[in-house]
């Protein structure tokens, strides 16, 4: 570039996860059954349909019986029935008296605590216990969640988990935001697809992978398109022939002769901004190519996968970076301009710097799936809480 450039340059984190989210097209709202939602994002909020547990039941295999006639042990009750999760015991439990019960059947009338199974002796006609009968054992009718209450939440990751929730507070279908169509295009004359021979100076197309997948993670419908060779008219061809909601590429977006995709878009296309004050992935490059939205991600597979986690990945699903705070097993150097992280092992609560830390060491990613961030200007030494984020 010759002139001053018309777009930003060396954008914060914060302005660059902005800033691709106003250029995402707007998502799509559609009723999902149950088991297609895995990974998809919950549209709207979901209300229980009923109380959970519907009725007041046993925790656990043993007796229904009254606290009181148990207080002083052992002592024998009177066996009068049983009460079993479809074949609720119809009559009440009085002085003395004592219904077998078993894990979530329903607490039967006059009952109020449970003695376990494992502390129970059975005598002719009845039942000696060992230990006075509690009602910490009782589940209460609505305990979990109660009709009409809110429990999931809009924006939340359909989870197995939550999925199970939804299935639990009676829906069948949970409204979901349809999933972005994200195509992936790695470009380099060096890049070959795995399972071929290597000659020197060539390199596998690992980062293709590694961003398909996480993709899918975040709830994406994920497209991985040829890679293209150093050609601009080659490249040109390949960002336009993308059917997507949004293009992520890779490599092609420092400061090089042969970074094509930073003078495509330069050039014949639209930047947004170009470089992010961070370390790895400064080169990162925003723009657009006929109304697409195109997201540039260096071509160093650590700093390709790097700036998806922090930056793609909460502009593509709405969520925040969720850090936890950890001490520092190692001293972590900050720079003056940039957020750096550090890719770290945690063992006993506290994060270790992995011992290579260059942007191409793709293993460490693998051995060390964690990252700390230290701010502009941070520092932190052995003993320091940090900021961590889990990778897995």
């Not at 097209?25 to 149950?34: A, K, W």
């Not at 947004?272 to 080169?283: A, D, I």
């Not at 609560?349 to 191409?360: D, P, R």
Request: with cysteine; aromatic share 6%.
């Amino acid at each position: 570039m010759t002139t001053p450039p018309s777009f930003p340059m060396s954008v914060s984190l914060g302005e660059a996860r902005t800033m691709l989210g106003e250029l995402l097209p707007p998502r799509q709202t559609r009723m999902t059954p149950l088991l297609g939602a895995y990974g998809l994002t919950l549209a709207s909020d979901l209300q229980a349909t009923v109380n959970h547990p519907s009725a007041t039941e046993s925790a656990l295999d043993g007796v229904a019986c009254r606290e009181a006639d148990t207080l002083s042990v052992p002592v024998r009750l009177e066996l009068i029935g049983e009460s079993r999760a479809g074949a609720t015991f119809a009559g009440v439990v009085g002085p003395g008296q004592a219904v077998r019960i078993y894990t979530g059947a329903p607490l039967p009338a006059g009952a109020d605590a449970i003695c376990p199974v494992e502390q129970l002796e059975d005598v002719p006609g009845g039942v000696r216990l060992r230990r006075p009968a509690s009602v910490a054992d009782v589940r209460r009718e609505g305990d979990d969640f109660r009709t009409g209450e809110t429990v999931l939440y809009a924006g939340q990751r359909l989870t197995p988990a939550r999925v199970a929730l939804a299935a639990a507070l009676g829906h069948a279908e949970v409204p979901t935001l349809a999933p972005l169509r994200v195509a992936v295009l790695s470009t380099g004359d060096e890049l070959i697809e795995p399972g071929r021979p290597l000659v020197a100076g060539q390199v596998y197309n690992s980062n293709a992978y590694g961003l398909v997948g996480l993709l899918r993670e975040a709830g994406c419908e994920a497209i991985m398109l040829p890679p293209v060779s150093d050609d601009l008219a080659a490249l040109e061809a390949a960002v336009a022939s993308a059917r997507a909601d949004v293009l992520l590429t890779s490599g092609g977006v420092s400061m090089g002769k042969y970074d094509f995709m930073r003078d495509l878009l330069i050039e014949h296309g639209e930047v947004r901004f170009w470089k992010v004050r961070m370390r790895p992935g400064g080169p990162a490059m925003l723009g657009g190519w006929k109304g697409l939205p195109v997201f540039g991600l260096p071509g160093n597979p650590v700093s390709s996968l790097v700036v998806f986690q922090v930056i793609v990945r909460p502009a593509l699903t709405g969520r925040p970076l969720t850090p936890v705070r950890l001490r520092a097993g190692s001293a972590f150097r900050g720079l003056a301009d940039k957020t750096a992280f550090w890719r770290v092992t945690v063992r006993g609560g506290e994060a270790f710097a992995y011992a290579q830390q260059g942007s191409g060491v793709l293993r460490s990613l693998s051995d060390a799936p964690a990252l700390v961030m230290i701010p502009e200007g941070g520092l932190a030494a052995v003993g320091d809480e940090v900021d961590v984020l889990l990778l897995e």
